[in-house]
């Protein structure tokens, strides 16, 4: 019974951190007051998810190219979301912000490891993010 109990607190506890970086912007962005934001977001959240989490159950019959609903969701955010995203902030953080930034952001400021990184920041990661991308589409 403990054990459930902890597992529930330390559910809502990833649930909270998570949904505080989209409270947070949208706070930042429209103004509106933190509490009205909390439940908006948390409303749209659970509006989003609700297919996935009934794709098994209420919605069984409903399919995304020949799958249930979560397991084409889980491929579409496994092999393009994540890699996708995973290259824009590879590439960001290597061409877009001030070399020495990215490298002290990585705590590799004044580290003869910094300028390997750095490369492999701008090179190394991007090429092999795209042949994951690519091997995802089934070019490779």
């Known amino acids: 019974m403990v054990f459930f109990l902890l597992l529930t607190a330390a559910a809502l506890t990833s649930m909270i951190s998570l949904l505080e970086v989209a409270v947070a912007v949208a706070v930042d962005r429209t103004g509106v007051s933190r509490p009205a934001m909390a439940i908006a977001v948390t ?48 590439l960001y953080a290597g061409w877009r912000l001030v070399p020495a930034a990215s490298r002290s952001a990585a705590d590799l400021a004044g580290s003869p490891v910094g ?26």
């Open 43 to 90: 409303a749209l959240v659970l509006l989003m998810g609700l297919p996935s989490a009934m794709s098994y159950g209420v919605l069984a019959e409903w399919k995304l190219g020949g799958q249930p609903i979560l397991d084409a969701v889980d491929n579409a955010v496994s092999n393009f979301v994540l890699p996708a995203s995973g290259l824009a902030i590879a």
């Open 115 to 140: 300028a390997a990184w750095l490369w492999l920041l701008r090179v190394g990661v991007p090429l092999t993010t795209l042949v994951i991308l690519l091997r995802s589409l089934g070019v490779l």
